[in-house]
Structure formats: C-alpha cells, structure tokens
C-alpha cells in the first residue's frame, strides 16, 4: 500500500465530519500527494509531505499510548487524532516549486542538483494557516484548532513562548502534537538520525 493510499484509508475511517468530504477533494485536486514537508530539511522529496503527515500519526498514537500520556489522562477520539496529525501541515499546500541551485562536487566540479523552492502565494503563518485551510471545509473543536495553531511548538523564534505555555497547558493535545511532530520531523525523518 502506499503512503498516498494509507492517508486516504485513515482519513476515510477515522474522519466522518461534515465538510470532510469536500477537504479529502481538495487534497486530491492539490499537490498533498506529491509535495515536499520542506524545500531543504525533513521529508524534502515529491510524496513528503504525506509521508510526514503519516509519521506525526503514527508517533502521536505512540505517544497517546505511552505510560506519561495514560498517567497524565490524556485521552482523544480517534477522529480528533487523525485530524490533528494527518492535517497539521496543510499550510504547505501549493508553496514549494521544483527549481535547482549549483554545488561544487568532491571533486570541485559544480553540479546541478534539483531542489525545492519556497512560494508562498497565501502568507497566513504556518499553523494559523492550516487552521484557516482546514475549517473553509469542516469544523475544528476548540483543542484541535490549538493543536494545530501551536504544533510548531517553541521552535519558531517569531512565537510568543507566553502563547505556546499558554495553549500547552490548556490544549494537552497541542503539546501532544507538537512532541508527535518533533520526533517525525527531528528523528525519524532527519538524515542524520535515520540510519540508525
């Protein structure tokens, strides 16, 4: 099965509300399937982009399961989860074009090499944005719509550290998120982790 085709069967089974019909649509019709998750750092491949959205699934499962998460009792509906996984990253839609820049080789000798570039036609934030994408189709609750505003976390130098304290401590599945997203984006798709 393919990563394309597992989204789809998650999506399917695990999301029935109203609009999320008319999103799926929207997804196929875009470049979902075959964007980048970066122009140069996690998942920066044609397919990325699902692929991540698939890892940020699978390791927010792992970490609602875990023992902290059970202790702690944070505990969401299997809908709320594939939402705020599957979709947290649907700001990226339509802002990466295929382009290329020169690198010397080992030998000195400049090659081409494909890349990505970043154009962003809609410049709303990053998970405002996917907010803001998300709900033109379908209602979020309250903690979902924070889980994907805040799944960046601390790592954005332009967020207000109050704001993420803030959403973190009244959201847990923001927080749930962003340490779902992290361990995709740092460690499971970072070369230089995923050797190992």
């Known amino acids: 099965m393919s990563n394309k085709e597992r989204f789809i069967e998650i999506y399917k089974s695990k999301i029935n509300r109203e609009g999320s019909d008319k999103l799926l649509d929207y997804l196929l019709s875009s ?3 075959t964007a980048p998750a970066s122009a140069r750092f996690h998942s920066s491949y044609e ?3 699902v692929d991540h959205s698939l ?11 875990g023992p902290s998460a059970k202790k702690l009792g944070f505990e969401y509906s299997e809908q709320s989860v594939a939402i705020v996984s599957l979709l947290h ?40 944005k996917s907010v803001y994408i998300i709900s ?24 207000d550290p109050r704001n993420v304290s803030a959403a973190f401590e009244m959201f847990p599945l ?23």
């Open 55 to 65: 890892n940020v699934y699978d390791q927010l499962i792992n970490y609602l399961n």
């Open 136 to 159: 033109g189709f379908m209602r979020l609750t309250r903690e979902e719509a924070f889980a994907i505003r805040y799944h960046m976390g601390y790592s954005s130098e332009r967020e």
């Open 174 to 196: 923001a927080f749930a998120l962003s340490v779902a997203d992290s361990e995709a984006t740092y460690y499971i798709e970072s070369d230089k982790h995923k050797a190992k």
């Open 89 to 128: 990253d649907l700001c990226k839609v339509g802002v990466y074009k295929k382009g290329f820049r020169n690198v010397k080789d080992e030998k000195g000798m400049w090659q081409r090499v494909d890349t990505f570039e970043y154009d962003d036609q809609l410049p709303y934030g990053h998970g405002e």
């Open 31 to 33: 470049d979902f399937f």
């Open 47 to 49: 397919g990325g982009l």
